[in-house]
């Protein structure tokens, strides 16, 4: 199995190894063996055999009892259906919200006085309890313990109690076999339609529910079996995160049977094929090229059983060819270690008030071994707690502008741009300071004001995006989501002037190498997608679109 599972070489995207994934369940048929490449091997020859684990065994004897409660579908304006469960001996309690089998328009699922009660009748409110993960259909999940404000209505009653989420969602507790029975008024909230939707709830034990609605969750790293594996292989953790990686991309799971890796393999060997004649310009080795070719005749040999080692070897020979380019003999690698926000959207994830607390801007180090190292390129206390988002590293290398949310202003959270030394010698603010005007196109203040996105100009200045234009989004109905257009200061963050006029959203800019600004525009009043535009040096000239799409700004 060594030969099907063997070393793996790190990827760039290292940055997951600083994640930290809650504990599920471990599947009836993981089995931990000496190394991880066996532990697969046992536990995919026990799923096909369908064996269940020793580890496993106990574990379904407590809960055998246990049978999955559904719903009827319900339907919005509906009374709430009040249910009451036997979950004697559950470790996992989860509950899951479907669409009622008609899409998820309008679906905002409640899980009302939700409440577990033990074997003595001493009861305990769920929304005191955190979830150790969750998913959400669309927005946030809301756990509310004495909402009076705004309480959900499901039917005609009202409740201050409630956890909602938009379906499909999947919300999972760890309770530990503590109690005997969980109790809800579930139902359809109608807050925002009164009397639209359908719903289906159900309370399971079976933590990969979170995963089942959609093939493209069968490599998350939040399944069952990689949970299990990098808690048991901790010192294989980088080498684990490169093939989750390679199966994200291709979307395969590590679970699923040899024969389903034939087309990915012949497709990652073509791949290699054409990054070999490409590094080959620049003087590859020839032993690189012999390699290709042995590798060549076995996949046009190979057997079923074959073709899951075979894809694994031609994606780490590939990662080698990559790597022997002169292009990438460089040391260092900034990124920038931070959670997804929690509201995303193409607007609303650009806005402090969504941003969450991360780790922030980081340095990688033997990128290339299996010794990858991470250091925060600032040390701890020389920014507040809070969010960065976008660095953009200077010419000379020697810094670094980017955004950032100060989380320790209540009430206070947007991005402004700030800019550092790599070697985390200084850190300054640029934007948002006492010397800022806040000036507005015609003093309008309608929005708060925020700097996102900057990027380096090449004569010193910083092109970004703001809200300074003081317009909305065109579709989001009562929800706060401003727009973003292109501006540029000079290089302490002064002299700001508006270089776009268009009433839509634009993201990222980047300067090409003559010294156009290439950035995105999100156009969706007369077309749904995104566009790219380009603009003369520094943004001084009029756009022109680089896709078929129209643009509809001017820039004097």
């Not at 899409?103 to 939700?114: L, P, Q, R, T, V």
């Not at 069968?218 to 093939?243: K, T, Y």
Request: proline share 5%; net charge positive.
């Amino acid at each position: 199995m060594n030969d099907q599972l063997g070393p793996v070489w790190p990827a760039l995207f290292l940055v997951m190894s600083w994640m930290t994934h809650v504990q599920a369940a471990d599947p009836n048929w993981y089995e931990k063996r000496d190394t991880w490449q066996d532990s697969v091997r046992t536990s995919l020859d026990n799923k096909v055999k369908g064996i269940v684990a020793p580890e496993a065994r106990a574990r379904i004897q407590m809960t055998q009892g246990f049978r999955p409660y559904v719903t009827p579908v319900l339907k919005g304006a509906e009374a709430p259906l009040d249910i009451s469960v036997p979950i004697t001996g559950l470790k996992d309690l989860i509950l899951v919200a479907t669409d009622g089998a008609d899409g998820i328009s309008c679906d905002h699922s409640a899980w009302a006085n939700a409440r577990l009660i033990d074997a003595d009748g001493k009861m305990t409110w769920l929304d005191r309890l955190k979830p150790k993960r969750f998913r959400v259909g669309s927005g946030r999940l809301e756990i509310r313990a004495n909402e009076t404000r705004r309480p959900v209505i499901i039917g005609e009653q009202q409740f201050s109690r409630y956890i909602f989420g938009h379906a499909f969602s999947a919300i999972h507790y760890e309770i530990q076999g503590k109690y005997v029975r969980f109790e809800a008024s579930v139902g359809l909230d109608r807050r925002v339609h009164r009397s639209a939707g359908t719903v289906t709830f159900m309370v399971t034990d079976d933590p990969d529910i979170l995963f089942k609605d959609g093939a493209s969750q069968d490599g998350s790293l939040d399944r069952p079996i990689w949970q299990a594996l990098l808690r048991d292989f901790p010192a294989n953790r980088q080498e684990l995160l490169v093939l989750h990686d390679w199966l994200r991309q291709d979307n395969l799971a590590i679970d699923q049977a040899p024969d389903r890796f034939r087309t990915a393999a012949s497709t990652a060997l073509k791949s290699a094929a054409e990054t070999l004649a490409y590094v080959t310009k620049s003087g590859a080795s020839p032993r690189l090229a012999d390699d290709l070719a042995r590798l060549t005749e076995r996949q046009a040999n190979a057997k079923e059983s074959q073709w899951r080692a075979l894809y694994l070897e031609t994606r780490r020979l590939r990662r080698r060819i990559m790597f022997s380019h002169p292009a990438l003999d460089f040391e260092k690698i900034l990124i920038n270690v931070n959670p997804p926000t929690r509201y995303s959207h193409n607007g609303d994830q650009h806005l402090g008030r969504h941003s969450r607390i991360g780790k922030g801007l980081t340095l990688l180090t033997h990128w290339k071994t299996d010794q990858l190292e991470a250091t925060l390129m600032l040390k701890p206390g020389t920014l507040p707690e809070g969010a960065v988002r976008n660095p953009d590293l200077h010419y000379s290398a020697d810094r670094v502008v980017f955004a950032f949310c100060d989380h320790t202003r209540p009430g206070q959270k947007r991005y402004f741009l700030y800019e550092a030394a790599i070697d985390g010698s200084w850190v300054r603010q640029l934007t948002g300071t006492k010397r800022d005007l806040f000036k507005t196109w015609n003093d309008r203040a309608t929005v708060l004001i925020e700097d996102n996105d900057p990027c380096y100009l090449p004569d010193g200045g910083l092109i970004f995006i703001t809200t300074r234009c003081q317009s909305y989004g065109r579709c989001h109905g009562g929800r706060y989501n401003p727009a973003w257009t292109l501006h540029r200061c000079d290089r302490n963050g002064d002299h700001i002037q508006q270089l776009s006029f268009g009433n839509e959203n634009e993201y990222e800019p980047s300067v090409l190498n003559d010294g156009r600004i290439v950035f995105t525009r999100w156009e969706y009043t007369t077309v749904t997608r995104c566009s790219s535009t380009c603009s003369g040096p520094a943004g001084r000239t009029a756009p022109m679109s680089a896709t078929s799409s129209a643009t509809t700004c001017s820039i004097p």
